[in-house]
């Protein structure tokens, strides 16, 4: 009876053990992961800022608010070479499907609803809006992908002209391949 006492003992304080280890196990990756994260985060601001920074070098600087901007590399060359300080892209909804600033939500949500108002309210429906605010301009455009209907909102510090709408549209469209599968 003693003994089988023991090897009761043995097996409970083995497990309780066992379950220790796995919890310390399960911190110890979830706070190397975190780590992990946060220095890609880090490593992807420098891009983006090292970007920023080459462009700077290249052609006039460009006025980009203090919003963070997102991860999406390929959207964001799209803006460095038009010469834009960010691109949104969203559904007719207002959710946001790409843009070159994180957090874009609300931008998605009140732009497209402002596009969306406008179109209903003029007769001549308008295939683009333009705001202009002191120093920046807003550009909604009306896109279509594959049947989907979207709305690119862009910030930039200068009207845009029919030449480069369209250059920036056909950069966009390329963009979107990889976001709408056909």
Known sequence: MDLIFLIFLFIIFFLIGLVFVMLGWYIYITEKEKKRLLEKEKLEDEIVNSL???KKYTTESINISDEKLSDKFDLIEVALENDVGSITITSEEGLPIISTIRDAEE???KYSALFQRTH????DKPKRVSIKFEDYYIHILSISKDDVN???IVRSNFEL??????KL???ILKVLE???PN
């Open 169 to 171: 549209i056909k950069d």
């Open 52 to 54: 920023l920074e080459l």
């Open 178 to 180: 990889d976001y709408i």
């Open 150 to 152: 979207l709305y690119v």
């Open 107 to 109: 931008v998605s949500a």
């Open 120 to 123: 209903k309210l003029l007769k």
């Open 161 to 166: 002209d029919p030449v480069n709408e369209k």
